[in-house]
């Protein structure tokens, strides 16, 4: 199913794909992509999820600009424009979803130029979705 409460898809999915303009940056676990996201997208959804605890704090991740057009998404990755971490090769090469641990897989350049390995072939995305 498609949400967009964290808080609640946690307790509610085994497995959780993040999306950006209709294209997926990481999958996993929900035990995985909760304590070891990766993804910079991931990572300031989830520091948006409120802390239940009274007074307890946690550091947001605010991200700068807009929302591009998903009618004229970016070149590269199409999250590039808003993420801290850009590269020269980010606003021109997509990056592909890539194994990084067992069942977690992330697409961002952070992590594909050290997984060349493990990238996800078009053949194994069909096998693996049916």
């Given amino acids: 199913f498609i949400a967009h409460d964290l ?3 946690q307790y509610m999915s085994d497995r959780i794909a993040v999306m950006y303009l209709g294209k997926i ?5 929900s035990d995985e992509l909760y304590n ?5 997208y991931t990572q300031a959804l ?12 946690k550091q947001r991740i605010v991200l700068p600009g807009d929302i591009p057009s998903p009618l ?3 070149s590269g990755c199409r999250f590039h424009p808003r993420c801290e971490h850009c590269m020269e090769k980010c606003r021109t ?7 990084v641990d067992g069942e977690h897989e992330v697409a ?9 390995t493990n990238v996800r072939s078009e053949k194994d995305k069909c096998v693996a979705s049916v």
């Fill in 46 to 57: 989830l520091s948006a999820v409120p802390v239940p605890v009274v007074g307890q704090k």
């Fill in 7 to 9: 808080s609640v898809v």
């Fill in 36 to 40: 070891n996201h990766l993804h910079p």
């Fill in 108 to 116: 961002c350049h952070l992590y594909a130029s050290a997984e060349e």
């Fill in 25 to 29: 940056v990481e999958t996993g676990t």
């Fill in 93 to 99: 090469s997509e990056p592909p979803l890539v194994w």
């Fill in 72 to 74: 004229r998404p970016p």
